[in-house]
């Protein structure tokens, strides 16, 4: 429950329904504000290519610091701002802090570290090529490096009007990665339509191995399917060096998870970066 989370982790489920619809509305509220307030931040999450054993990219992730209850878990904001609309201005937010920081660390000699970014299906709809075009012209950041992640779940949610924007994404040299492959029941007849460059095998499927036979096979069977239609795979999740190897074996690409990093501050990331550097000169 919301009081096993540690004292700086609020819930809006705390003390039952009613109370809970209540803080909701003033979470919501408070949201509307958070941006002027300063009061939402990106921490960044390496992800380690598995052939290299370097950060090849950092997926962006939002967090907001509640002035009083403290740190709010986006999987309870999120949806909140999903349902109100605001997320179409804090995933504007997010997309423009997201490309400043792709062009501040390719001018600190970082150059080829992507920046995953993930959207929501409103945003999709509301016209997320727009607000790619904008946060690229605020930040000259390359388009190159920046990724979108899509959860499987919006994408085949309204699947005929995220085609075109997908597809504007692509031509404009942005890659576009499934988030949560594996739990949304997306056929292959999609993965076929969409111009998408990469599955991310949701945690689900990394938590249980290696003794998960289960679990393995269907790994597997995501890492070659997308092989066969030129997809990169990264593994979400990876908290020990068995999954790790495990996944490795089977020819996955790359990994992300706490065995790595926990998200951190872009300071930190720039840190280890600078080490990587310096362990190969
Ligand atoms: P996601 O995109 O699938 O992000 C991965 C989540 O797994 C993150 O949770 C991350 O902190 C967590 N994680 C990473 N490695 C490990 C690990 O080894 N073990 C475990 N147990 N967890 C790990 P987080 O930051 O709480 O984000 C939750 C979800 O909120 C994200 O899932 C994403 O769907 C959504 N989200 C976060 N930032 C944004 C945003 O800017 N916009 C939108 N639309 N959604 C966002
Ligand atoms: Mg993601
Ligand atoms: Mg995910
Ligand atoms: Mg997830």
Known sequence: DAKGKGKNTYSVYDGGMEQGALAQLRLDNDLRRAI???????AYQPIVNLGSHRVEGAEALLRWDHPELGAVPPAEFIPLAERSGLIVEIGQWVLNQACLQIKAWAEAGHTGI???VNVSARQIRRGLRAQVDTALALSGADPRMLEIEITEHSMVEDIASNVDQIAALGEMGIRVAVDDFGTGLS???????LPINKLKIDRAFVKDLPHSRDDATIALAI?????????????EGVETREQQDMLAAQGCDAAQGYL???PVAASEIGRL????????S
Not at 187 to 193: H, M, N, P, T, V
Not at 223 to 235: D, K, N
């Open 36 to 42: 002027e307030r300063n009061e939402l931040r990106l």
């Open 114 to 116: 992507f920046v995953a």
């Open 187 to 193: 056929s292959l007849a999609y993965l076929k339509r």
């Open 223 to 235: 890492i070659s399917m997308a092989h066969s239609l030129e997809l990169t795979v990264v593994a």
């Open 260 to 262: 790595y990093s926990k």
């Open 273 to 280: 970066l600078a080490q990587e550097t310096a362990a190969v």
